[in-house]
């Protein structure tokens, strides 16, 4: 259950960093709209990784040997691609409108690598409905908490959370990787 709050945390950061850039923006959000984007990041953080469940099950048979190397490298490779982006900086020209079509756009961009961790959990068999719920929730509530840590504390914060969440990533790729070795 640890490693499962610390991979949703680490997984909601890019999703934070985009909710962060929001409140920084808009500083006059309304308490309904702060829900509504929490809400939508928060749902497609939990559907991917079903998704990429359903898509890992169907092959996780012929590569059960490898698994933990695949999530290794998953993982890892993740957690590479938040710490560059972190260091890009580009949150401003993502937040365009805070329109539903943008804010879904947002969430399907920031919960990628959501699927991809759901492909891992077909490999080593993790109870997928548990983790996705926890994901969601976990997500939910942090971008909640980043809009308004964002009209306070603004862009400071943006690149810091995706460094944390992917060092987050690339540690628990090794630790899978250590742990199967």
Not at 81 to 97: P, R, S, T
Request: proline fraction near 1%; aromatic fraction near 12%.
């Amino acid at each position: 259950m640890e490693m499962l709050l610390t991979l949703a945390i680490a997984l909601a950061m890019d999703s934070v960093a985009v909710s962060i850039a929001i409140g920084s923006k808009y500083k006059e959000l309304l308490f309904s709209k702060i829900i509504v984007i929490a809400a939508i990041f928060g749902f497609f953080q939990g559907a991917m990784p079903l998704i990429g469940y359903m898509l890992g099950i169907s092959f996780a048979g012929y590569v059960a040997m490898y698994a933990h190397w695949i999530a290794f490298l998953l993982l890892s490779g993740l957690g590479g691609k938040m710490l560059y982006e972190a260091y890009k900086n580009e949150f401003d020209d993502e937040v365009g409108d805070l329109s539903n079509k943008t804010l879904i756009s947002l969430a399907v961009a920031t919960s990628i690598d959501a699927m991809a961790v759901g492909v891992t959990f077909a490999f080593l068999q993790n109870d997928i409905l548990t983790a996705s719920s926890i994901i969601a929730l976990v997500t939910f509530i942090l971008c909640w908490i980043a809009v308004y840590v964002g009209k306070t504390l603004g862009s400071f914060l943006e690149s810091k959370a995706e460094i944390l969440g992917g060092v987050i990533l690339i540690a628990l790729g090794v630790k899978i990787l250590f742990e199967h070795i």
